[in-house]
Structure formats: structure tokens, C-alpha cells
């Protein structure tokens, strides 16, 4: 698995373009509300492997259950054997679902009331959180807004026989004028006018071609219809071609493979059109009309050919999927090479990616409505909301949305919260995150004043163990290679130990965030901190670091302003034999920086110290961006993000005034924020030009020696 998860990572860093395409993809399909996409399927998008969708109106409409489940549970196995990740779309409550685990095809397989869900049916099936089967129509806008190019059924619906009289066309045919996805099937469903079929879907502009060695379009349980395609192709290669082709071109039409049924099963082809002008007089005896008409006959033609319809239907199915999966197979590796082509040298132009190794929690944050928090287990009025934090977590969410584009390491359990964490964190590359069967995903609960400081936390930590040096250590090419290193107090210190290691063999910048007091010493029990470049703690942490290096400390850390920076400067001094910058986060009164000062400002750029040893030692004091208390939401993320935001600055090689404001402006928009880092936090809102935009109060500035 670590193997897996590193060879992942390591071709992500070569293929950029790619996931930003299928990461926006995604986002976009998740932001709407209406979806809910399998993890396995949406890190596939992400990744830019191939991925196969299938409908679900078979599994609801098209078999009595246990068959469709045993089906349905077939095809996705014959998917993955052939390179690809199926994707079933369906409808359960009211969500799309791109992807269903087996719990879930077993619901839509046993379930009587579910709907048959085409283009005209999304509205009022989510709206009144119905259950239901996609058609081929209904299945190919969600593949296409889920960015899944290749889509694979049984057959297509079509024109109706005596059409011409009752205008009875399927949106299938409409669909594939108008939506951009190749759908695979056995060609047109045989109860249906195929002539006009085709002819229709010449109309809506749907490039056709069967597949083989023949132009013979397939007739579902025939291997011919009578009717020639336009175009044939004879291997998945070719159809792959042709597929890009139509994608490269920005048609809004899809494409129609037509697959002839397995040689073995056309000897049956004659019987079973006998009894389908047999179903048909049938149906239209009883007076069965519309989309009600194709359960009709396929379940009267299993009793009218004592189930081998039923056998073709299954072996026609399970062999459009494996050619529809080495369909997709080949056309990821055509668009791949293209990409690759396209973008020349890219492997040595992609810049290497920071690292953050350290927690994902699931946060509870708690409220408290009055100033005063009852104690006596009463219950106190306020507001209780649900985010997700972490300080590994949001240091890279925070670095991911000013541009910088993170590998995070961390590790969570596959447990109720996974699908949630992975939702919320779909903007940033989650590659590295251990996924653990048996484990508990981090949980964290914060009670907050009205005032908005925090007066209680409780946290079910255990699952930040398992970061463990070995984990790590599959990612070391990317470590040796990243411009900087971010590790939070939360991961084992074996683990620390290792990063620091790794840091001296290989001259690299590392940021440690000591978390809380209790874990701020983590580093300082040996000497690994002395490759450590940066560190970020508040008077409280930096107070445990110095007690545990054996240094004098305060009994009582100060609150005024004066006292606090005089009480900084003075715990600070001895790292700094070491360490190129300490930054000493001081909450509402701003940020300390005590570093060496070059040029008239303390140097954040890594190795600047080295080269310039007889500087002199001073801190820096930055005022916070003021902020009412009725303004403050939450503070748990504000620190993070306020290290972000000057990392983000470093990374950028800003200035160090421009780095530390950066910072300032995006802890200011995370306070404002229920969530630990502000949505609101982008390129645009910290940047630069944004620093230049407002004025600033000076930066006070203290010699240290």
C-alpha cells in the first residue's frame, strides 16, 4: 500500500496539468450539492486514471433481484481486471451517487419503488429525495460533469417500432446529440426501429462506428440488424483514436460504439427476434406504452425463451464492459501521451511540491452564546458546528489556496468521517493520507468563548501515530526535493527525528509548528531541532521548549504588549544559534519575529543566516490587522494561518515585510471564519498586490544582542 501510494505520488509531480483538470472536474460536479462521489472513484479523477461509468436502470428496471445484484457486482469486477475504475452511477435519497459501494447497489438492486431517472426526471427525483436507476441519458450528463469520458451499457433506446405514428423517440438519442461522453453498448436494443435509429442519430450529429471486423450494426441479441453503421473500428486502440478525436474537436455530440454480442451467443439471435415480434403484439395488446414498454418485453422474452434472453443479455453485458474498459484504458494512455507531448521537458520544468506532514482532524466547534460558561454540567446556549482542522491540515490547506500546492502526509481511519474529509479537502493533493481500516479518524472538540478564546479542547488523537517514520520515509524523494518541509507536533517524534535527519544530510528548509505546550518539545528532547529552520510557537510553547533545553524560564508569562515581546525576545535568543527564525505568534497583539537582521529587515529566505553570521541578532514586532471581538468566529486556524500566509510569501521569495503582512491578512480572514481556514483565503485576497493596497503601521524592531 505504501508502495502504491508513493508511486502515486511521485507520477502526480509529473503530470500537473492532469489532475488540475480532474481535480476541477470534480470540484465542480461536488459543488453543486447534488453529489456524492465514491472516494476511490474521485481519487482516480483526481490521479487522471482511466474511469468506466455504468447505469444503474439494469440493476432497477432491466433484472429481478438477486440477478442484477450478482450482474452488477460482475461488471465492476471486469472493469477493474481491465485497468479502470467502474463508476455505477445511481440515485439514493435524493443524491447522485458516482460510484456505489456494494451496500449501496444492494439497496438500488432489492429496492421496489425506485424510479427510472433520465434528463427530464433529475429535477423532481432530487427535490423530493426519491431513490432511482440512470438511464443511458441520465447516466451520461453525470459522467460528463464528473469528467468521465467513456460510458458502458447494455443497448441504447432508440426509435420505437411505428415511431413514425407515435413519436415515441428515447432521450437516449437526444442525449447523445448533446452531451459529450463515447457510450459502449450492444448497439440499439432490438425491439426497436433501428433504421430509424440510426437515421435519427445522424440527425443529432453522433459520429457511430461499430466495432470489429464488420460495418454490421448490432441489434442487441443479433449481431445484425440489417443495417450498416457509418463507420467501424477494429480494436479498442481505434476506438480510442476516434474518441479523442471527437473530444479534441469540442463537438457537444458524443460517440456511439456499437459491439456486436459474443460469437457464441448470435446462434440464438433468430429465436429470440421471433419472440420479441411475439412480446411486442403482446404489449400492444395490453395497451403498454412509453418507458414501460422495454421491462415489458425483456421480462416476457425470459419466459418465451425459457431464459435465454436472459443468458445473451448477460453475456452481451459483461462483454461490452471489457471492451468498453480497454476502451478507456487505451484513451487514457493516448491523452496522456499527448499531454506529455504537448508540454515538452515538463518533468524538469514542474517545480517539487512543499510538504506538510501532520493532522487531519474532524473539529467540533462549541460557541458559547453569554461571556460567563456555566460550569456544574449545565447546559450553556451557543453555537455548535462542524469543520475540519488539524494543524498539518490546515497549514496545507491554507498553502493550497494561495497557490502553493502542497503534498500533505497524514493519516485517517476508513471510517464515517473519510468520505466527509476528503469532500472538504477536495482542493488539495491528499495523495500522501494513510487511509486506515480499524482506525478512528482524529476528532477534536473546542469550547469557545462568546469572546471567541478557547476555553476547553478535547481531542481522540490516536490515529496522528500512525504518521510513523516508516510511512514517511516512502516519500523521502519528495521531502530531499521540496523547497519546504512543514511538520506539526502532532506526529510521533521518531518521525520528527527522521525529518530533521533528512534535513541535515540534505540542506533542507523545515518548519516545525509546536501545536500545543505540551507537544512544542518534541524536536528539543535531543538534538534534531539544530536542523530545524523555522519554528512558530506562542509565548506558552516557546516557554516549554526552554525548560526543556534546561533554560531559565518565567514563572508567569506577561500579557502586556511590552512585557510579552521583552519576555519573547529573551526565550528566543538561544534557539537562535540554530535556527533562522523564530516566529513567536503573540494573538491579538500580532507576530514576533527574532532573527538576524540583513539589510535593515530580519531574513526569512532559507540559508541567509549561514552566510551571514555576523549579523545581529533583533526581533521585529507586527502589529495584528484590528479586529472586533464581535467580528471573531473562531481561532483555531488563525495561527496556522497566519504561518501559511508568511510561508506562502517565503515560497513566493517576497520580501520579509510582504511575507509576515501576508500572513496577517489571511489569520484576519480565518478569525472572521466558522471554518479553521477561511474559504475566503485565495491569490487574490493575500497576495501581494494586497499588501501593497493597504497601510500599514511600521514594524518596531529591537536589537537582541
Same mark, same amino acid.
Given at each position: 500500500?505504501?508502495?502504491?501510494?508513493?508511486?502515486i505520488?511521485?507520477?502526480?509531480?509529473?503530470?500537473?496539468?492532469?489532475?488540475?483538470?480532474?481535480?476541477?472536474?470534480?470540484?465542480?460536479?461536488?459543488h453543486?450539492?447534488y453529489?456524492? &462521489?465514491?472516494?476511490?472513484?474521485?481519487?482516480?479523477?483526481v490521479?487522471?486514471?482511466? =474511469?468506466?461509468a455504468?447505469e444503474?436502470?439494469?440493476?432497477?428496471?432491466?433484472?429481478?433481484?438477486?440477478?442484477?445484484?450478482?450482474m452488477?457486482?460482475?461488471?465492476?469486477?471486469?472493469?477493474?481486471?481491465?485497468g479502470?475504475?467502474?463508476?455505477? =452511477?445511481?440515485?439514493?435519497?435524493?443524491?447522485?451517487?458516482?460510484?456505489?459501494t456494494?451496500?449501496?447497489?444492494?439497496?438500488?438492486?432489492?429496492?421496489?419503488?425506485?424510479?427510472?431517472?433520465?434528463?427530464?426526471?433529475?429535477?423532481?427525483?432530487?427535490?423530493?429525495?426519491?431513490?432511482?436507476?440512470?438511464?443511458?441519458?441520465?447516466?451520461?450528463?453525470?459522467a460528463?460533469?464528473?469528467?468521465?469520458?467513456?460510458?458502458?451499457?447494455?443497448?441504447?433506446?432508440?426509435?420505437?417500432?411505428?415511431?413514425?405514428?407515435?413519436?415515441?423517440?428515447s432521450?437516449?438519442?437526444?442525449?447523445?446529440?448533446?452531451?459529450?461522453?463515447?457510450?459502449?453498448?450492444?448497439?440499439?436494443?432490438?425491439?426497436?426501429d433501428?433504421?430509424? #435509429?440510426?437515421?435519427?442519430?445522424?440527425?443529432?450529429?453522433?459520429?457511430?462506428?461499430?466495432f470489429?471486423?464488420?460495418?454490421?450494426?448490432?441489434?442487441?441479441?443479433?449481431?445484425?440488424?440489417?443495417?450498416?453503421?457509418?463507420?467501424?473500428?477494429?480494436?479498442?486502440?481505434?476506438?480510442?483514436?476516434?474518441?479523442?478525436?471527437?473530444?479534441?474537436l469540442?463537438?457537444s455530440?458524443?460517440?456511439?460504439?456499437?459491439?456486436?454480442?459474443?460469437?457464441?451467443?448470435?446462434a440464438?439471435?433468430q429465436?429470440? *427476434?421471433?419472440?420479441?415480434?411475439?412480446?411486442?403484439?403482446?404489449?400492444?395488446?395490453?395497451?403498454?406504452?412509453?418507458?414501460d414498454?422495454?421491462?415489458?418485453?425483456?421480462?416476457?422474452?425470459?419466459?418465451?425463451?425459457d431464459?435465454?434472453?436472459?443468458?445473451?443479455?448477460?453475456a452481451?453485458?459483461?462483454?461490452?464492459?471489457?471492451?468498453?474498459?480497454?476502451?478507456?484504458?487505451?484513451?487514457?494512455?493516448l491523452?496522456?501521451?499527448?499531454?506529455k507531448?504537448?508540454q515538452?521537458?515538463?518533468?524538469?520544468?514542474t517545480?517539487?511540491?512543499?510538504v506538510?506532514?501532520?493532522?487531519?482532524n474532524?473539529?467540533?466547534?462549541?460557541?458559547?452564546?453569554?461571556?460567563? &460558561?456555566?460550569?456544574?454540567?449545565?447546559?450553556?446556549?451557543?453555537?455548535?458546528?462542524?469543520?475540519?482542522g488539524g494543524?498539518?491540515?490546515?497549514?496545507?490547506?491554507?498553502?493550497?489556496?494561495?497557490?502553493?500546492?502542497?503534498?500533505?502526509?497524514?493519516?485517517?481511519g476508513?471510517?464515517?468521517?473519510?468520505?466527509?474529509?476528503?469532500?472538504?479537502?477536495?482542493?488539495?493533493?491528499?495523495?500522501?493520507?494513510?487511509?486506515?481500516?480499524? *482506525?478512528?479518524?482524529?476528532?477534536?472538540?473546542?469550547? &469557545?468563548?462568546?469572546?471567541?478564546?478557547?476555553?476547553?479542547?478535547?481531542?481522540?488523537?490516536?490515529?496522528?501515530?500512525?504518521?510513523?517514520e516508516?510511512?514517511?520515509?516512502?516519500?523521502?524523494?519528495?521531502?530531499?526535493?521540496?523547497?519546504?518541509?512543514?511538520i506539526?507536533?502532532?506526529?510521533?517524534?521518531?518521525?520528527?527525528?527522521?525529518?530533521?535527519q533528512?534535513?541535515?544530510?540534505?540542506?533542507?528548509?523545515?518548519?516545525? *509548528?509546536?501545536?500545543?505546550?505540551n507537544?512544542?518539545?518534541?524536536?528539543?528532547?535531543?538534538d534534531?531541532?539544530?536542523?530545524?529552520?523555522?519554528?512558530?510557537?506562542?509565548?506558552?510553547?516557546?516557554?516549554?521548549?526552554?525548560? #526543556?533545553?534546561?533554560?531559565?524560564v518565567?514563572?508567569?508569562l506577561?500579557?502586556?504588549?511590552?512585557?510579552?515581546?521583552?519576555?519573547?525576545v529573551?526565550? $528566543?535568543?538561544?534557539?537562535?544559534?540554530?535556527?533562522?527564525?523564530?516566529?513567536?505568534?503573540?494573538g491579538?497583539?500580532g507576530?514576533?519575529?527574532c532573527?538576524?537582521?540583513?539589510?535593515?529587515?530580519?531574513?526569512?529566505h532559507?540559508?541567509?543566516?549561514?552566510?551571514?553570521?555576523?549579523?545581529?541578532?533583533?526581533?521585529?514586532h507586527?502589529?495584528?490587522i484590528?479586529?472586533? /471581538?464581535? *467580528?471573531?468566529?473562531?481561532?483555531?486556524?488563525?495561527?496556522?494561518?497566519l504561518?501559511?500566509?508568511?510561508? $506562502?510569501?517565503?515560497?513566493?521569495?517576497?520580501? #520579509?515585510?510582504?511575507?509576515?503582512?501576508?500572513?496577517?491578512?489571511?489569520?484576519?480572514?480565518?478569525? /472572521?471564519?466558522?471554518?479553521?481556514?477561511?474559504p475566503?483565503i485565495?491569490?487574490?485576497?493575500?497576495?501581494?498586490e494586497?499588501?501593497?493596497? /493597504?497601510?500599514?503601521?511600521?514594524?518596531?524592531?529591537?536589537?537582541?544582542?
Amino acid at each position: 500500500m505504501h508502495k502504491m501510494i508513493r508511486k502515486i505520488t511521485l507520477s502526480l509531480g509529473r503530470q500537473v496539468s492532469s489532475m488540475a483538470h480532474g481535480a476541477t472536474q470534480v470540484r465542480r460536479l461536488l459543488h453543486g450539492g447534488y453529489v456524492r &462521489i465514491l472516494p476511490s472513484v474521485q481519487e482516480a479523477l483526481v490521479e487522471g486514471r482511466a =474511469v468506466v461509468a455504468l447505469e444503474s436502470t439494469i440493476i432497477t428496471h432491466g433484472m429481478a433481484y438477486p440477478l442484477n445484484l450478482s450482474m452488477a457486482r460482475e461488471v465492476e469486477e471486469i472493469v477493474r481486471a481491465n485497468g479502470a475504475v467502474p463508476a455505477t =452511477v445511481g440515485i439514493l435519497r435524493g443524491q447522485i451517487h458516482v460510484g456505489l459501494t456494494d451496500e449501496e447497489l444492494e439497496f438500488l438492486a432489492s429496492s421496489k419503488n425506485a424510479v427510472k431517472v433520465s434528463r427530464r426526471d433529475f429535477p423532481f427525483v432530487l427535490s423530493q429525495g426519491l431513490s432511482g436507476g440512470t438511464t443511458v441519458s441520465g447516466t451520461m450528463i453525470v459522467a460528463h460533469k464528473a469528467g468521465i469520458p467513456v460510458f458502458v451499457t447494455g443497448g441504447i433506446g432508440g426509435v420505437h417500432r411505428h415511431g413514425e405514428n407515435t413519436l415515441d423517440v428515447s432521450a437516449d438519442l437526444t442525449e447523445l446529440g448533446r452531451t459529450p461522453v463515447a457510450v459502449v453498448s450492444a448497439g440499439a436494443k432490438s425491439i426497436l426501429d433501428i433504421g430509424r #435509429t440510426l437515421e435519427y442519430l445522424e440527425t443529432q450529429g453522433v459520429c457511430v462506428a461499430a466495432f470489429g471486423e464488420s460495418r454490421e450494426f448490432p441489434a442487441f441479441f443479433s449481431r445484425q440488424s440489417g443495417f450498416q453503421a457509418p463507420y467501424h473500428v477494429q480494436d479498442e486502440e481505434e476506438a480510442a483514436k476516434l474518441i479523442d478525436s471527437a473530444l479534441g474537436l469540442g463537438l457537444s455530440s458524443g460517440v456511439l460504439i456499437a459491439v456486436p454480442c459474443p460469437q457464441e451467443r448470435a446462434a440464438q439471435g433468430q429465436a429470440i *427476434e421471433e419472440a420479441i415480434q411475439q412480446a411486442l403484439s403482446q404489449a400492444r395488446s395490453k395497451g403498454i406504452t412509453g418507458k414501460d414498454v422495454t421491462p415489458f418485453l425483456l421480462q416476457k422474452l425470459t419466459e418465451l425463451t425459457d431464459g435465454k434472453s436472459l443468458d445473451s443479455n448477460l453475456a452481451l453485458i459483461q462483454n461490452n464492459a471489457r471492451v468498453g474498459s480497454c476502451i478507456a484504458v487505451a484513451l487514457n494512455k493516448l491523452q496522456k501521451a499527448r499531454r506529455k507531448r504537448s508540454q515538452p521537458g515538463q518533468k524538469d520544468m514542474t517545480a517539487p511540491q512543499p510538504v506538510v506532514i501532520g493532522g487531519i482532524n474532524v473539529d467540533f466547534i462549541a460557541k458559547a452564546q453569554n461571556p460567563e &460558561i456555566l460550569g456544574g454540567g449545565q447546559t450553556n446556549a451557543g453555537r455548535v458546528r462542524r469543520t475540519f482542522g488539524g494543524v498539518g491540515r490546515n497549514l496545507a490547506d491554507c498553502l493550497s489556496r494561495l497557490g502553493q500546492a502542497p503534498l500533505l502526509l497524514s493519516a485517517v481511519g476508513k471510517d464515517e468521517h473519510l468520505e466527509s474529509v476528503l469532500h472538504y479537502c477536495h482542493h488539495m493533493d491528499m495523495s500522501g493520507v494513510l487511509q486506515l481500516e480499524g *482506525e478512528s479518524t482524529a476528532t477534536y472538540c473546542a469550547v &469557545i468563548s462568546s469572546a471567541g478564546e478557547l476555553s476547553l479542547g478535547l481531542g481522540d488523537m490516536d490515529i496522528h501515530q500512525q504518521i510513523t517514520e516508516q510511512y514517511v520515509s516512502q516519500f523521502k524523494e519528495n521531502l530531499c526535493q521540496a523547497p519546504l518541509v512543514c511538520i506539526d507536533g502532532n506526529v510521533p517524534l521518531s518521525t520528527i527525528q527522521y525529518v530533521c535527519q533528512l534535513a541535515r544530510e540534505h540542506q533542507l528548509a523545515v518548519c516545525y *509548528e509546536p501545536t500545543d505546550e505540551n507537544k512544542a518539545s518534541k524536536p528539543f528532547l535531543s538534538d534534531s531541532w539544530k536542523a530545524l529552520t523555522y519554528i512558530s510557537p506562542n509565548l506558552q510553547e516557546l516557554r516549554a521548549i526552554n525548560r #526543556t533545553l534546561g533554560n531559565p524560564v518565567p514563572a508567569e508569562l506577561p500579557s502586556r504588549l511590552e512585557d510579552a515581546v521583552q519576555a519573547a525576545v529573551a526565550l $528566543a535568543c538561544p534557539l537562535l544559534a540554530h535556527l533562522q527564525c523564530v516566529v513567536v505568534t503573540l494573538g491579538a497583539h500580532g507576530v514576533l519575529l527574532c532573527g538576524r537582521s540583513l539589510g535593515g529587515s530580519i531574513s526569512l529566505h532559507p540559508g541567509a543566516h549561514k552566510q551571514a553570521a555576523a549579523a545581529r541578532l533583533c526581533a521585529a514586532h507586527y502589529p495584528a490587522i484590528p479586529i472586533s /471581538r464581535e *467580528e471573531i468566529v473562531n481561532v483555531s486556524g488563525a495561527g496556522d494561518s497566519l504561518m501559511a500566509g508568511i510561508l $506562502a510569501g517565503v515560497l513566493a521569495k517576497h520580501d #520579509t515585510g510582504t511575507c509576515v503582512r501576508m500572513g496577517l491578512l489571511a489569520a484576519s480572514l480565518s478569525l /472572521r471564519s466558522y471554518e479553521p481556514i477561511s474559504p475566503e483565503i485565495s491569490t487574490s485576497s493575500v497576495s501581494l498586490e494586497q499588501v501593497k493596497s /493597504r497601510s500599514w503601521p511600521e514594524a518596531k524592531v529591537w536589537k537582541m544582542d
